[in-house]
């Protein structure tokens, strides 16, 4: 029987319409210049797509975040949401959030400590975390954070998924094959969220800095 975890076609136009909408292509803008990128989606646009197509194909999902911890003397990162086919962006201020209590009592702390995955499941106790308590009263069956595996490992970017579904993600051919394939779709964005993430590191670092005029020039090689 075929599910979402072995259907390898599947996933592959998945990752086939990713590549396209977070790269685009190469050629020259209408205005002549050379130009990287041409016809790539806002990184919010690609991740609402993303998640309308996981949606469809490995359904149904009741929400899935996507959270980016940036360098920035104001902001500590920001988050995405995706709720039952509608997305929303939040910014999170580094002031205080370190004594923020709906942050430390959430599974983004314990995947900040561990590095490591952090799933709960309908059966099991609910913890103390508002977040889990609001989707357990919500119906959520399931719910998995994984943190993605980038290349700067002071800061901590992660994916969440949460499922309605009755037997959870174990309904993908078992909990292994289930929790394997919310891995493969984390780690598909992984290179496309991480390449945005330096973006906006490098920028706002030259904006704070050095000053937004003169880090545009530079950034964009006039150094």
Sequence with gaps: MTTPATDDAGFGRLSAWLASAALGDTGRRSDGQL????????????????????HDWAGPFSRISLGIEVLHPELSGGSM??????????????????????YLRSPVYVVE????PWRWRAGET??????????????????CLLPLPIQ??????????ATKRPGGFGT?????????LLRRMAWLMTPYVERVALRIIALNLLDAYVGKIAGTRVYAGQI
């Design 152 to 161: 700067d490992t002071s800061r901590t970017t992660t994916l969440s998924f």
């Design 81 to 102: 949401y995706w709720h039952e086919g509608t997305t929303t962006e939040r910014e999170i201020a580094r002031a205080g959030i370190l004594g923020f209590d709906e």
């Design 35 to 54: 130009a990287n990128n041409l016809g790539a989606l806002p990184l919010i646009d690609v991740f609402a797509g993303f998640c309308d197509r996981l």
């Design 113 to 116: 400590q561990t590095n490591r």
């Design 172 to 180: 993908f051919g078992g909990d292994e094959q289930g929790l394997g």
């Design 126 to 143: 609910v913890p103390d975390m508002p977040l889990i308590q609001d989707l357990h009263a919500q119906g959520v069956t399931d719910y």
